[in-house]
């Protein structure tokens, strides 16, 4: 089962920050946070992860709180294009501890003009 | 990001028939490869982690006989759905980490089987 609980839907206006909840409050020590998100028909493409710590790369900034029982994935400038499931995914990462990831039902983001 | 390939990208078969996919890891090596299933309207299951050189690992529930995973490479990973029937059409996904470090896992761009 998945160990994140996200809201299943969101709207967005173009041009403004979109801002994706997630919680995970079982989340172990060693696992990290993990974002990804499938715009309809095609396979799902990586975001951004993080174990701690805020994380910011080109597509977006990840902030994780200081318990790490939840996170949100921001946006800066949501675009029309932005219009996909993100899925938050809680996973062990790095050696052979399975890395597998469980997918959770995500929430679909609707980026409206 | 990583470059992860499959093909075909569709194919449609009679009922009965088998079918070959195949996810390549193009710009890195991958030692480990998984295989998801996605129905319509439905988030991405997992059936299979692909070890290279060394049997797949099945979730519970995917029949090993029927969904044979071949990962002979480091960078190719094939899953062959046998004697498929109609309620094998699906969307196939692979995904493939590098070697080391966090292995950030990249998604195939999917393959659409439909079975007659």
């Known amino acids: 089962d998945a160990k994140t609980t996200q809201p299943t839907s969101m709207d967005c206006a173009e041009g403004r920050a979109a801002n994706l909840p997630c919680n995970h409050s079982t989340i172990s020590g060693n696992e990290y946070v993990y974002w990804y998100r499938q715009i309809h028909s095609q396979g799902p493409q990586y975001i951004i992860h993080?174990?701690?710590n805020n994380e910011t790369n080109e597509m977006a900034s990840l902030i994780i709180t200081e318990d790490r029982k939840s996170s949100t994935l921001i946006l800066p400038h949501a675009t029309l294009r932005d219009t996909a499931v993100y899925y938050c995914?809680?996973?062990?990462?790095?050696?052979?501890?399975?890395?597998?990831?469980?997918f959770g039902q995500g929430t679909e983001l609707s980026v409206k003009p | 990001g990583a470059v992860v390939s499959q093909h075909p990208s569709w194919v449609i078969c009679k009922s009965g028939t088998s079918v070959k996919i195949e996810c390549r890891s193009l710009d890195f090596q991958a030692t480990t490869m998984f295989w998801y299933r996605q129905f319509p309207k439905q988030s991405l299951m997992l059936m299979a982690t692909?070890?290279?050189?060394?049997?797949?690992?099945?979730e519970q529930g995917v029949e090993k006989d029927k969904f044979l995973i071949n990962h002979a490479s480091l960078t190719l990973s094939t899953l062959t759905v046998t004697s498929a029937h109609p309620e094998d059409s699906s969307f196939y996904i692979c995904s493939a980490g590098a070697a080391g470090g966090t292995d950030t896992q990249y998604f195939g761009p999917g393959t659409r089987l439909t079975v007659l």
């Open positions: 993080g174990l701690k």
């Open positions: 692909s070890n290279e050189g060394s049997k797949a690992t099945y």
């Open positions: 995914i809680v996973r062990v990462a790095g050696g052979n501890q399975g890395g597998k990831l469980i």
